[in-house]
């Protein structure tokens, strides 16, 4: 069964810095992509980075550019996503999802979701 836990999250003001978390179990990721997502409130889910089961990462948002770093650690099964230079507009709930192989930008692509990681950037 594939399990999976996202934490890292927190408040921090803006310019501020916070180290998401995706802890894996029940699947390795040398077989599994996984994809982190964010859903502003009243917004849709949209995909921010993916990394794959070879390890190439696709960035999905113009936005975090530069400022988002996707990466992984095999021996712990563990995806990261590390956030700089934080903005109010990256306020919302982190998820990561994993898929097989192969990362997708799309949402319906991925058909298990955990609980995610609340982000909140704020002054």
């Known amino acids: 069964q594939l399990t999976f836990v996202e934490s890292g999250g927190g408040l921090v003001q803006p310019g501020g810095s916070l180290r998401l978390s995706c802890l894996a179990s029940?699947?390795?990721?040398?077989?599994?992509?996984i994809g982190w997502f964010r859903q502003a409130p009243g917004k849709e889910r949209e995909a921010i980075s993916c990394i794959n089961y070879k390890g190439t990462i696709s960035d999905y948002r113009d936005s975090v550019k530069g400022r988002f770093t996707i990466s992984r650690d095999i021996a712990e099964n563990r995806v990261y996503l590390q956030l700089n230079s934080l903005q109010v507009e990256d306020t919302g709930m982190y998820y990561c999802?994993?898929?097989?192989?192969?990362?997708?930008?799309?949402?319906?692509?991925?058909?298990?979701w955990g609980q995610g990681t609340q982000v909140t950037v704020s002054s």
């Open positions: 999802a994993p898929r097989k192989y192969y990362c997708s930008v799309l949402r319906s692509s991925y058909d298990v």
């Open positions: 029940g699947f390795t990721l040398d077989n599994y992509a």
